[in-house]
């Protein structure tokens, strides 16, 4: 039902900035929490921020937390991650996710709809 499109990704240095967005399908409602997750190589997919439905409420992952903001655009149907002082080890696939509801898990199982994600590589 709802389609996710990521955009944003690319080559970094260490301690660069990013912004990473993620459209939805028009017409996605507007009751649906929003997040992203990343898997970098060889690794799990791991939790990296949610958004609630109002935009009111962030939720981050412990090894972003502090560096990393995301925040939603209703009117545009977009999310957004933007991302500060880059570390090497923040190299991954970046996924958007969405779920209805109000409750934001950081299982990516408990998650509905996904991006095919976009690539995020962090030099030395």
């Known amino acids: 039902q709802v389609q996710l499109v990521e955009s944003g990704g690319g080559l970094v240095q260490a301690g660069g900035s990013l912004r990473l967005s993620c459209a939805a399908s028009?017409?996605?409602?507007?009751?649906?929490?929003l997040g992203w997750f990343r898997q970098p190589p060889g690794k799990e997919r791991e939790f990296v921020a949610a958004v609630s439905w109002s935009g009111r409420n962030t939720y981050y992952g412990d090894s972003v937390r502090g560096r990393f903001t995301i925040s939603r655009d209703n009117a545009k149907n977009t999310v957004y991650l933007q991302m500060s002082s880059l570390k090497p080890e923040d190299t991954a696939i970046y996924y958007c996710?969405?779920?209805?509801?109000?409750?934001?898990?950081?299982?990516?199982?408990?998650?509905?709809?996904w991006g095919k994600g976009t690539q995020v590589t962090v030099s030395s």
């Open positions: 028009e017409r996605t409602p507007i009751s649906y929490v």
């Open positions: 996710t969405a779920r209805p509801g109000i409750v934001t898990p950081k299982d990516p199982k408990e998650y509905d709809y």
